[in-house]
C-alpha cells in the first residue's frame, strides 16, 4: 500500500507542482500586466520600480522573480520602443523642416537663433553658422527692439500670431514676409515660425492699387469733362439761335424763298446741337449722379410712362403679366422703360401696332421684354444700335439723338443686367433686358406687407 | 416790375446773353434801366457803392469768371443790406447740385435758359409777371 501510495502521490506531485508553478506565472504575468496597464508613461513609480528591483531581488528571490523581474523587463522594453518611435518623429519633423518651402526658425524668448533650415538661410542670405550666433532683432528691417518685445509679448499672450514684417537681407535688400509664429514652454520657452517672402505678391498690390487709382483718376476726369464739355457747348450754341432768330425776324423782308428756308435749316440744326448736348449730359449724369435706391413698383412706373408718352390712337401697349417691385434708382429704371417704349412707339410703321411688355424670373435675375410689331431690324445692326449717337434712320426723317439705346444700355449694365435685342425684318423686334433679382424679391415682400 | 424805376441788375458774361435779354425785356415792354456787370466781384462792387440805385431784382447767371453765381451768393446773402434783394437765377445749368447750391442760399427763383428765343422771352415774361404781382419788402 505504502509503496503503491508513494507512487500515487509522486504521480500526482509533478501536476499539482506545475498547476502551482502555472498558476504563480499567470498570477504574476496578470498582475504586470495590470500594473503596466495602469502605470503612467515614463512616470516616477515605473522608474522607482525599475530602480527597486535589485533591492527586492535580495530581500525576496520570489518576489523578483514572479513580479518585480518581468515588470521591469517590460518597462525598460516599454521606454526603448517610445524611444524609437520619438527619434523616428524627430527624424520626420526635420525632414518637413527641411522640405518646406518657407522658411523655419526657432529662437528663445531673447530672439537669439537656435535652429534654422535652408529656405530661412536663402531668405536671409546668411549661412546657417552665421545665423546661430545672430538675434532674429538684428534681421529687422524697419521694427524696434521694443516693437519686436511688443510682438513676443503678444505672442506669449496668445500662443501664436500672424504678421508682417520686413527683413534686411545680407545684401541689405528689404524685404517683406508674413511671419506664423506659435510660442512652446519647452526648455524654458521656443518660438517657432514660418516665413514666407511676399515681396512680389505686395509688390504686385501696389502696383494694382496705383493702377486702379490711374484709372479711378482719369474716369472721373472723363467723367468731368462730358459734363463740362457739353456745357461750354451750349453758351454759344444759344447765342447762334438767338442770333439767327433776331435775323429772320429783324430782315424778314430782305429775305427770298431760299434765305427764309436757310435760316429755318440753321435753326433747326441748332436744336438738334442741343439735343445731342443734351443727350451726352444725360448719359454722362448715369453712374456720376447717384440717387438712393429706393423700391419702385414697377406697374405703377410703366403705367405712367405708357401715359407720359401718350401713344396715338392705332398702337396698343399691353403688360402681358404683373410687374415686380424692384429696389432701384426711380429716374434710372424710368428712363430705361421711357426709351424703349418711346422707340417702340416712334418707329411703329403698321396702322395697327401692337406694343407688349413681358416679365418673368430666369434664375437669378428678372428678364424684361419689350415686343413690337414694327419694321424690325437687320441682325448686322443688332450690336451698333447700342452704341452712342448710332441711329438707323436719317435725322431728318425720324428726329433722334442716338442716345437713348445707349443710355438704356448704360444704365442696366451699371446694374449687373444686360440688354440685347432680337428682330425679324418686317416682322418687328423684342429688346430683352435683365436684372439681377437679389434685392428685388426681398423688396416684393416687404412690398405686399406695407 | 412792381418798380418801374428800380434797375434790373443783370450779372452775366456773355454778350448774346446780356442782348437776349435786353430784347426780350423790350419785346415784353418792361422800362426798367438795366445794369449789366460781367462778374460777382463786379456786381458786389455796384451793390455795395452807396451811389448807385438798389435794384428790384438780381437775374443772375452761375458760370462766370473772377466770382461765379455761387460765390456771389454766398457773399450777398451774408450782407444784412443786400440778402433781401430777390434773385432768380438764368443759367444754362440743369445739373441737381447748382440747383440745391442756389436754394439752400435763398434764391428767388432758378431758369434754365432755353436754347429757343422764343421760349427765353416766354421765361423773361414769367419773371416779370411774378415779380410784378409779389410783394418786396421796401
Known amino acids: ?450 | 416790375m412792381k418798380n418801374s424805376d428800380k434797375p434790373i441788375l443783370l450779372v452775366e458774361d456773355d454778350l448774346v446773353d446780356v442782348m437776349t435779354v435786353k430784347r426780350a425785356l423790350k419785346e415784353i415792354k418792361v422800362t426798367n434801366p438795366l445794369v449789366n456787370l460781367e462778374n460777382g466781384e463786379e456786381a458786389l462792387k455796384y451793390l455795395r457803392n452807396p451811389d448807385s440805385a438798389k435794384p428790384c431784382i438780381i437775374l443772375l447767371d452761375l458760370n462766370m469768371p473772377i466770382m461765379n453765381g455761387i460765390e456771389f451768393l454766398k457773399v450777398m446773402k451774408l450782407d444784412a443790406l443786400l440778402k433781401r434783394i430777390p434773385v432768380v437765377v438764368l443759367t444754362t445749368s440743369e445739373e441737381e447740385q447748382d440747383k440745391m447750391n442756389s436754394f439752400d442760399l435763398g434764391v428767388a427763383g432758378y431758369m434754365a435758359k432755353p436754347v429757343d428765343y422764343r421760349q427765353f422771352v416766354e421765361v423773361v415774361r414769367t419773371i416779370d409777371a411774378y415779380w410784378t404781382i409779389s410783394e418786396v419788402p421796401q
Open chain 1, 1 to 450: 500500500m505504502y509503496t503503491l501510495q508513494k507512487p500515487s502521490f509522486r504521480l500526482k506531485s509533478p501536476a499539482a507542482i506545475f498547476l502551482i508553478v502555472a498558476l504563480s506565472v499567470f498570477i504574476s504575468e496578470a498582475s504586470v500586466m495590470l500594473l503596466l496597464y495602469y502605470l503612467p508613461e515614463r512616470s516616477l513609480i515605473s522608474e522607482a520600480i525599475v530602480d527597486a528591483t535589485l533591492l527586492v531581488a535580495l530581500i525576496s528571490p520570489a518576489l523578483y522573480f514572479f513580479l518585480f523581474r518581468p515588470l521591469a523587463l517590460h518597462i525598460r522594453e516599454r521606454e526603448r520602443i517610445e524611444d524609437v518611435l520619438h527619434k523616428n518623429e524627430e527624424e520626420q519633423f526635420k525632414v518637413m523642416i527641411r522640405t518646406s518651402l518657407d522658411a523655419f526658425l526657432i529662437t528663445d524668448l531673447q530672439g537669439r537663433i537656435l535652429e534654422v533650415n535652408d529656405a530661412y538661410c536663402s531668405l536671409t542670405g546668411y549661412s546657417r553658422e552665421e545665423l546661430l550666433k545672430m538675434n532674429a532683432a538684428e534681421l529687422e528691417a524697419t521694427e524696434s527692439a521694443e516693437e519686436t518685445a511688443s510682438d513676443i509679448g503678444k505672442l506669449l499672450e496668445t500662443g501664436s500670431i500672424r504678421f508682417e514684417a520686413r527683413k534686411r537681407r545680407k545684401d541689405g535688400h528689404i524685404q517683406i514676409v508674413e511671419v506664423s509664429s506659435n510660442y512652446s514652454n519647452l526648455n524654458g520657452g521656443r518660438i517657432y515660425s514660418f516665413l514666407r517672402d511676399i515681396t512680389e505678391r505686395k509688390q504686385a498690390e501696389e502696383h494694382r492699387d496705383s493702377l486702379m487709382r490711374e484709372i479711378e483718376s482719369a474716369n472721373e476726369e472723363l467723367k468731368n469733362f462730358a459734363y463740362v464739355a457739353s456745357h461750354d457747348l451750349k453758351a454759344p450754341l444759344r447765342a447762334i439761335g438767338s442770333l439767327a432768330d433776331w435775323i429772320s425776324t429783324d430782315y424778314a423782308d430782305k429775305f427770298d424763298d431760299e434765305g427764309r428756308a436757310h435760316m429755318r435749316l440753321l435753326i433747326s440744326r441748332v436744336h438738334r446741337m442741343d439735343g445731342l448736348i443734351d443727350g451726352i449730359l444725360l448719359y454722362s449724369r448715369v453712374g456720376r449722379v447717384k440717387e438712393t435706391r429706393v423700391a419702385v413698383d414697377l406697374n405703377r412706373l410703366v403705367a405712367d410712362v405708357i401715359d407720359s408718352l401718350a401713344p396715338p390712337a392705332g398702337i396698343t401697349v399691353t403688360i402681358d403679366n404683373p410687374l415686380p417691385s424692384i429696389m432701384t434708382e426711380p429716374t434710372r429704371i424710368q428712363q430705361v422703360f421711357q426709351n424703349l417704349l418711346s422707340n417702340a412707339i416712334k418707329y411703329m410703321d403698321k396702322p395697327e401696332g401692337k406694343i407688349r411688355i413681358n416679365c418673368c424670373a430666369e434664375g437669378r435675375q428678372w428678364k424684361f421684354s419689350i415686343t413690337d410689331n414694327g419694321p424690325g431690324i437687320k441682325q448686322q445692326h443688332f450690336e451698333k444700335i447700342f452704341q452712342l449717337f448710332q441711329t438707323l434712320a436719317p435725322r431728318d426723317r425720324v428726329e433722334s439723338s442716338g442716345v437713348g439705346l445707349a443710355l438704356v444700355k448704360k444704365i442696366v449694365e451699371m446694374y449687373g443686367g444686360h440688354v440685347w435685342v432680337e428682330s425679324a425684318l418686317g416682322e418687328g423686334s423684342t429688346f430683352f433686358f435683365t436684372l439681377p433679382r437679389t434685392t428685388a424679391t426681398l423688396i416684393q415682400t416687404e412690398g405686399t406687407q406695407a
